[in-house]
C-alpha cells in the first residue's frame, strides 16, 4: 500500500500562486509514477500533470501547461506542484495519484484530495 498526503490548497486571487505538496509513504516513492488530478463541482476528474519515477520526464494538460510544474525529491518522497497565474477555472479539489506504470485509466493510489479556490 502506498498512502499520500496532500497538503497546500487554499485560497487565491487570479493571478496568483500556490504550492502543493504531497508525501508519500508505505512504498519506495522512487518505484512509482506520480501525477495530479482535479474535480471541479459538477464536473469528471481531470489530468492535471505527471512525472515519472526519476523527475526527468514530464507531461501536462494542454490547460495547465506554461503555468504549472510538476516536480518531486525521491529523498523527501515529495511530490510538488507549483501553480502560477492561476485562473477561476482551476478552482478544484486538487489529488495526488501513484502508479508503477502511469497515470492512465485504472491509477492505483490516490491521496484524499486538497481544496483551491483561485477568485477573480
Known amino acids: 500500500q502506498v498512502q499520500l498526503v496532500e497538503s497546500g490548497g487554499g485560497s487565491v486571487q487570479a493571478g496568483g500562486s500556490l504550492r502543493l505538496s504531497c508525501v508519500a509513504s508505505g512504498r519506495t516513492f522512487s518505484n512509482y509514477v506520480m501525477g495530479w488530478f482535479r474535480q471541479a463541482p459538477g464536473k469528471e476528474r481531470e489530468f492535471v500533470a505527471t512525472?515519472?519515477?526519476?523527475?526527468?520526464?514530464?507531461y501536462y494538460a494542454d490547460s495547465v501547461k506554461g503555468r504549472f510544474t510538476i516536480s518531486r525529491d525521491n529523498a523527501k518522497n515529495t511530490v510538488y506542484l507549483q501553480m502560477n497565474s492561476l485562473k477561476p477555472e482551476d478552482t478544484a479539489v486538487y489529488y495526488c495519484?501513484?502508479?508503477?506504470?502511469?497515470?492512465?485509466?485504472?491509477?492505483?493510489?490516490w491521496g484524499q484530495g486538497t481544496q483551491v479556490t483561485v477568485s477573480s
Open positions: 512525472t515519472n519515477r526519476s523527475g526527468g520526464s514530464t
Open positions: 495519484a501513484a502508479d508503477r506504470y502511469g497515470m492512465g485509466s485504472n491509477v492505483q493510489y
